[in-house]
């Protein structure tokens, strides 16, 4: 990133890094669905899946509202993430429950780099006074970290049955 970049490129350019980021994981959560055991958390990746794609089509909105170029940039980030959610929950011949805490596991770390790409463009927004942009993007961290607490219990429910 040059040094002559303005706050608003750089929002631009998180935006689309976001996008990139969301389709990664929209794809990859398919595939972890499919191989979950438990009914709730297949519940979970599928609401995950449709609410990715949703927040996709916020951030093309957020983009033709800025001016930028609706196109994605590709998140090397996420592509490492999604890379260590094949390899250790969907390549791994685990039973039932202990994949399950697998790709909870997978899904939280995925999770959680979005948490901190959509907050840091919620405060990127706000900072440049798009004030319709940045309650958007909260409302996007918002659903987030409720899929994550949702999770974190059934993690906790997991355990206890591959106990």
Known sequence: MASTET??????????????????MQRVMKTLGQQASDKKLKDLLEKSVSGIGRHTETLKSVLEAQGGRVRKEHCKGMEGLVEEAKTHAAEHDLDGPLRDLVIISQYQRMSHYGLAGFGTAA?????????????????????????????TELAQRAEKAAA
Do not use: F
């Open 7 to 24: 706050l608003k490129e750089i929002y631009i350019d998180e935006v689309r890094d976001l996008w990139s980021a969301n389709d990664q």
């Open 123 to 151: 405060a990127y927004a706000s900072a440049l006074g798009l004030k319709d942009d940045a309650t958007k993007l909260k409302s996007i961290v918002k659903d987030i970290y409720n899929a994550d607490d949702y999770s």
